[in-house]
């Protein structure tokens, strides 16, 4: 596609349950990464894909988050057990151009606004 | 560790210059980005800065100094639409690090 696209957009669900979330990148580009927003704060890096790649998964808060993508695919990424922390935005980026070294940042996707109640 | 710092909020007023500093410290450096944010939105990217400078983009322009781990963002003939928040990034090959943000309010 043109862009990159998440889904769902909201999502609101009860402590303990598992959420899976979505990203559509950019057809085409190898790279994409997943970022958190929590309410007025900046973005924290979660994990990392680069093709075929083992994926960097260093910002992962804790085991009970986890994600995949195949290839220059779909992404999924998956919480489980949910607490209340972890109601946040939850942010695809995909390299502009395709070039993680490019002079352009990312293109971020709309967001998933991730609510546990 | 990372380490990337800028005011949590900014005021100014229409038609003015305002400056929006941000200081960091990485382990690595490959580049600055500066990305805005309006509220319920995703970021999007305004200017990128790799070698030391200014960098002018019409209204806005990004100042790096490496030596000295501090970037300005400067806009200039503010208009309302220009209230948001404003996103400093640090990239350490190849994620980028953000900073909190400015929120940045424009008034009348």
């Known amino acids: 596609g043109a862009g990159v696209s998440q889904s769902p957009s909201n999502k609101v669900t009860e402590k303990g349950k598992d959420v899976e979330l979505r990203c559509d990148p950019i057809?085409?580009?190898?790279?994409l990464y997943w970022y958190r927003q929590r309410l007025g704060q900046g973005l924290e890096f979660l994990i990392y894909?680069?093709?075929?790649?083992?994926?960097?998964k260093s910002g992962l808060p804790s085991d009970r988050f986890s994600a995949e993508r195949t290839g220059e695919s779909v992404s999924t990424l998956t919480i489980q057990r949910t607490q209340q922390e972890d109601s946040a935005v939850y942010l695809c980026a995909d390299p502009l151009w395709g070039q993680t070294m490019g002079i352009d940042g990312y293109t971020f996707g709309s967001g998933t606004r991730l609510t546990v109640v | 560790g990372q380490n990337i710092d800028q005011p949590t909020e900014m005021t100014a007023t229409e038609g003015a210059i305002v400056q929006i500093n941000c200081t960091y410290q990485t382990s690595g450096f490959n580049g600055l980005f500066w990305y805005q944010q309006h509220a319920g939105e995703a970021p999007t990217f305004l200017s990128y800065?790799?070698?030391?400078g200014l960098e002018e983009k019409g209204r806005f322009s990004s100042f790096l100094s490496r030596s000295k781990g501090y970037s300005y963002l400067l806009l200039k003939e503010l208009q309302m639409k220009d209230s948001a928040s404003y996103l400093c990034?640090?990239?350490?090959?190849?994620?980028?690090?953000f900073g909190g943000g400015t929120r940045l309010m424009v008034k009348p």
């Open positions: 894909f680069q093709g075929n790649s083992a994926p960097d």
């Open positions: 990034a640090v990239r350490v090959r190849p994620m980028l690090t």
């Open positions: 800065n790799v070698l030391d």
């Open positions: 057809s085409g580009h190898t790279a």
